[in-house]
């Protein structure tokens, strides 16, 4: 983990572990989004889940006035 490297060492070892989990779960979380409209206008952006239940938090100029929606999970 790069990212763990760069932070300075006056960090304590909790604060670090409990930084990367924290990433971790972030990154696992994170999804793209592509959506089009009828007329094949495109949009593209990112979002992350929810809720095991399938709900999907994105900001909606990403998703409003599209006819298709895909999303891809890590």
Do not use: N, W
């Amino acid at each position: 983990m790069f990212f763990l490297k760069m932070i300075s060492r006056s960090f304590s070892r909790q604060f670090k572990r409990r930084l990367l989990i924290a990433v971790t779960v972030c990154l696992s979380a994170t999804v793209s989004i592509s959506a089009t409209t009828a007329g094949g206008i495109g949009s593209i952006g990112s979002g992350f889940v929810m809720s095991e239940d399938g709900y999907i938090g994105t900001v909606c100029h990403v998703v409003a006035g599209m006819e298709r929606i895909r999303v891809v999970l890590p």
